[in-house]
């Protein structure tokens, strides 16, 4: 357990100059007093609070995001007129950093979860668009045929032939779009909204409170962490079947 | 994945322009407030105004500016760790498990500790772009040096190389495809959070232009702006595939 | 400047000829689970100067961890490895490897050219730009790869990038070629072309070749020597002589009585399925 020597040496001469107050400052605070006060805001509810909320936004802008980002990328990589012609449209939209439209976002929604979710489900969009087209490009052609054979209507097609197919590059696509949600939503609460474990983290900022703050960026490395963990294992367990081991 | 940098398809373009037409109608007739969506004519003339008194150039020289300092900190710190990190099996081990733990740590969670630490000044902006970008550029590095093939560093002791000509020779170019996929990386992180700090810190630029133009509820500006970021994300994104399609030509996978 | 050596008649390998590496005692072994897994025991052998020796032996003998004792890139366990004199501890120029594995061992992103200047560039003193030009101009030449110089190695069939492999080793100037199984990938037409390269560059140059196979009559028609081991752990069976005229021939030596003879013998000491 070598990976664990670092962190915990590192914690230890944190605690250990904290203590002896060599560094003095408003600013800074030490793993002692970080535990507290994350009992603290565990126990008045704050984190609890702060990430459900954040969580919803991430998980619903990732839900709309995503799943637009899937109907569209199967549609542009089955039909390759529609990948076409949708070319141009997407390289123009794609590169707009998501947080450019925050404040248009903001504009439109005010604080609250609308800002946020529209955020979040622009920066989930591209990413799912682009593996899910590239992923349906790919399913065979004989496939395809098949489903022209049964005289299937396009949504059953998706549904029946293209989408079981590509199930697991959608699943590498989610697991993706999940960290990104979770990193903008982060984002948009530190930058404008009022909500969500990001504004915690700005509250805590702003009064002063060293030990809050560094408690609740913990806390968030610790979420994205795990999330990723989560799913990684979860696309393991579930996708063993497909690698025909 | 990659694009080819072909002339866009009529057909596409076509497309474009009728979604631009979808925009300016739906502009025109009021069905979604003026206050949000400005007619193209109008976040085009706000564009031309911004450029005209020298507010655009500031503003994208400021961005850019900060952005690329932050990301040249970042990339001299990311790779030089990355590779004597990479080079030592020994130091690997102890280090990578606490960077896979660090790796989805949104990078905007550093500003309000560095916001406490530092102020709302430029060193803080500086410093988190650097910090931001510094991660996916210590982490590629790292992975390109690892993944260098091991027969190549016995075909280097049976020819007696010197550990300067090894790095030089064989583990600097083996790694440099992931390594460059690490500095793109690197630099949308830095993007973004130039933005970032500048919405929070009102330092002239392209985030704040866009934040003030909300605020006082001038959708056009707004939309200038947005459409001058996306334009800055186009460029950088269209250079780096450029580089990397350079260097990427002798990698099979 | 040296030049890459040529030796002026074909130099008869007999008794007389000097012992460039000796074997003596060699055991090696690998720690296992519960304890240690014998991989040789006993291997006592003479290389001499110039001569082509052969190595052969099914799978599990150990040939490949032989030769990369001789190339020093492992130590053995206990007995000594003499090199012009000297004892074996580490991997030398002198001492080429042409590896089984010839994709890996080649550099991806260099041209043919550049492959085979990186054992030139790297010498402790690098020879000047004229000369270097003229060396790389003679190695292309001697393994048949002039016209694809400027070829990256992906573009090459596997019988070309082993030639590659071969030139770069050559760059080293090296006194012993040290060859793992270096054809066995290729199919039968190309692996023929490439033994009478072989065979042609070693005696051109004078060098002293340990090549391993498992092909018996790989062995037999390159060979001056052919040295048989046994499996598990590995030992050295038998060694042949091989007194066959050279240059040889694939169609008239390959008939030849005598070397049907040796096939004969070295049949008795190999399993026969591997």
Same mark, same amino acid.
């Given at each position: 357990m070598r990976g664990l020597l670092l962190p915990v040496l590192v914690l230890l001469i944190w605690q250990v100059v904290g203590v002896l107050g060599i560094v003095q400052s408003d600013a800074m605070s030490y793993p002692s007093q970080i535990a507290l006060a994350a009992a603290g805001a565990l126990s008045d509810g704050s984190i609890l609070t702060a990430t459900r909320q954040t969580i919803s936004t991430a998980l619903g802008g990732m839900a709309i995001g995503s799943g637009i980002g899937i109907a569209l990328g199967s549609w542009f990589g089955i039909s390759r007129r529609a990948g076409r012609l949708a070319q141009t449209s997407v390289e123009v939209l794609? !590169?707009? !950093?998501?947080?450019?439209?925050i404040p248009l976002a903001m504009l439109m929604f005010g604080y609250g979860y609308g800002m946020s979710i529209s955020v979040v489900a622009f920066a989930c969009l591209w990413p799912t668009l682009i593996i899910t087209k590239s992923a349906a490009q790919q399913v065979p052609r004989e496939l395809l045929e098949v489903s022209d054979g049964l005289e299937l209507n396009w949504a059953r097609r998706l549904v029946l032939i293209v989408l079981p197919k590509i199930v697991p590059n959608l699943f590498t696509a989610i697991r993706l779009a999940a960290g990104i949600a979770l990193i903008v939503a982060v984002t948009v609460e530190i930058t404008?909204? !009022?909500?969500g474990l990001g504004y915690a983290l700005i509250v805590a900022q702003e009064t002063l409170h060293p030990d809050r703050m560094f408690a609740f960026l913990i806390w968030i490395g610790t979420l994205g962490w795990l999330l990723n963990a989560g799913l990684l294992l979860l696309q393991r367990r579930l996708f063993v079947r497909w690698d025909g081991a | 994945m990659t694009h080819r940098m072909r002339l866009p398809d009529i057909g596409s373009l076509v497309i474009l322009a009728g979604l631009l037409g979808i925009w300016e109608i739906t502009a025109l007739s009021g069905w979604i407030s003026p206050v949000f969506l400005p007619p193209i004519e109008k976040a085009v003339a706000a564009l031309f105004d911004l450029a005209s008194d020298g507010t655009l150039l500031r503003a994208i020289v400021g961005t850019t500016f900060r952005m690329l300092i932050g990301f040249a900190f970042a990339t001299l710190v990311g790779c030089g760790l990355g590779i004597l990190i990479g080079l030592s099996p020994r130091a690997r081990a102890y280090i990578e498990p606490s960077l896979e733990f660090l790796r989805?740590?949104?990078?905007?969670?550093?500003i309000p500790v560095a916001i406490l630490m530092l102020g709302l000044t430029k060193t803080m902006i500086i410093f988190v772009i650097a910090f931001g970008s510094l991660w996916p550029t210590l982490l590629a590095t790292i992975q390109g040096i690892k993944s260098v093939e091991p027969r190549l560093f016995e075909m280097a002791r049976t020819m007696e190389l010197s550990q300067r000509d090894v790095i030089r020779t064989i583990v600097l170019p083996s790694a440099l495809p992931d390594i460059f996929a690490g500095l793109r990386l690197g630099l949308t992180v830095s993007l973004i959070l130039a933005v970032v700090t500048e919405m929070m810190?009102?330092?002239?630029?392209l985030g704040s232009i866009i934040l003030q133009a909300a605020r006082s509820f001038n959708s056009s500006d707004l939309f200038a702006g947005v459409m001058v970021l996306g334009a800055l994300g186009f460029v950088i994104n269209a250079l780096m595939e450029q580089g990397q399609r350079r260097l990427m030509r002798w990698k099979s996978d | 400047m040296t030049q890459l050596k040529r030796v002026a008649e074909v130099q008869p390998v007999t008794v007389s000829a000097p012992s460039i590496l000796s074997i003596e005692n060699v055991y090696f072994s690998v720690p296992v689970a519960n304890g240690k897994l014998s991989i040789l025991e006993d291997i006592n052998l003479e290389i001499r100067q110039g001569e082509f020796l052969s190595i052969i032996g099914g799978s599990g003998c150990g040939k490949t961890t032989l030769l990369r004792l001789i190339g020093g890139l492992n130590i053995p366990s206990s007995g000594t490895i003499t090199f012009e004199g000297s004892r074996i501890e580490r991997p030398s120029r002198k001492r080429a490897v042409v590896f089984q594995d010839y994709t890996k061992a080649?550099? *991806?992103? &260099?041209?043919v050219l550049g492959n085979i200047e990186l054992a030139l560039d790297t010498r402790p003193s690098p020879p000047d730009r004229r000369t270097k030009a003229s060396m790389v101009e003679r190695l292309l030449a001697q393994v048949g790869l002039t016209e694809a110089a400027d070829r990256f190695p992906r573009q090459l069939s596997g019988g070309m990038q082993q030639r590659l492999q071969i030139a770069r080793c050559l760059a080293q100037e090296p006194t012993l070629l040290l060859m793992d199984e *270096?054809?066995?990938?290729?199919d039968a037409m190309t692996r023929q072309t490439l033994q009478d390269e072989v065979a042609k560059i070693a005696k051109e140059t004078g060098m002293t070749v340990v090549f391993i196979t498992h092909d018996i009559e790989e062995a037999i028609y390159l060979g001056d020597r052919v040295c048989a081991m046994q499996s598990r752990p590995g030992r050295i069976s038998a060694i042949l002589d091989i007194d066959l005229e050279r240059? &040889?021939?694939?169609l008239l030596t390959r008939e030849d009585d005598a070397f049907l003879r040796y096939r004969h013998e070295l049949f008795k000491f190999l399993p026969r399925a591997h």
């Open positions: 794609r !590169p707009v !950093p998501s947080v450019a439209l404008a909204n !009022p909500m | 989805p740590l949104p990078a905007s969670a550093i810190s009102a330092e002239p630029g | 080649l550099l *991806p992103w &260099r041209t *270096p054809f066995g990938a290729l240059p &040889r021939d694939q």
